[in-house]
């Protein structure tokens, strides 16, 4: 079984522990401070998925940017790095050059990571850390910490991740080779993230909008051989729209960090019908450390 496969499996164990730590004292925003969160890849799509939650849930102003493209000049109350490797240039660079003014924590599976000399607090999630490169289980073991930390009450979709990993897979991937994910509010976020696990572990075409964007030229993409999987959406019609080009739509409404879950499996199983191991992308490493 590759580790990718067993990382997944483990999510509602971490989870769990995950849950556990937010009852904790951490160094997590507190509710009405403008708060920045940064990241590289699926650490930066979790920060948009948190960003969607905490503002959209009264918390505060939350803005999510790739490190690379913070905003200077802006003025928060607190940064929150998002690192599984802890080891990622443009994350490091960026907490290099802050106003040591700003309280800055980072969240990371390596405890001792370079990240840990550049920021004033670090929450660790050993148990969370992988030996694929592909991340799966860190990015929603983040997510259900900084979830929980908001007040969610998340025992429902452990239980329902429990579920799905019993299932079979909605859709045989390779009946598509083109998938697009659309989301609405946070799982815009998590739409970004589906696409790339596909992209990542099984060199997939693939493609990520909010819902209501769809419409707005992308769609001309779709056909047959597309499978458009709407994670939520403000307009239930979308979903006949895509369906009149003839391509395939899931609909879901399970919790969309559980329906990541199910992505990641067909992420895997798509690689593993392409005779690709999904652990090892091609060009990828599991951070990206520049010179
Ligand atoms: C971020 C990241 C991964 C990506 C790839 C390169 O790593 O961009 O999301 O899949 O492996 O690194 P990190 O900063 O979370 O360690």
Redesign the pocket.
Known sequence: MSAIAQEIASQPSCWRQAIDLAAGVLPLPADGERVAVV??????FIARAYAGLRESGGGGDTDAFPASEFPTGRRYDRLVS???????TE?LRLLTSLDAAIPTVAI??VADAPIRGLVQAVIPLRFADERS???TR??TSTLALLRARLGEALAPVVADCERALGLALPHDPTGFDHFVFLGHGWSVGIAEEAG?KLR?AARAHTEAYPAMEYRHGPISLAGPRSLVWILASPDPSLAEDVRATGATVRVTSLDAMVELVVVQRMAVALAEARGLDPDR?RH?????VLS
Do not use: N, Y
């Open positions: 990241g590289c890849g699926t650490s930066l998002i690192s599984r490797s802890g080891t990622t994350v990371t599976a490169v592909v991340q860190f990015a790339l990542e992308p990828l490493s599991r951070s990206v």
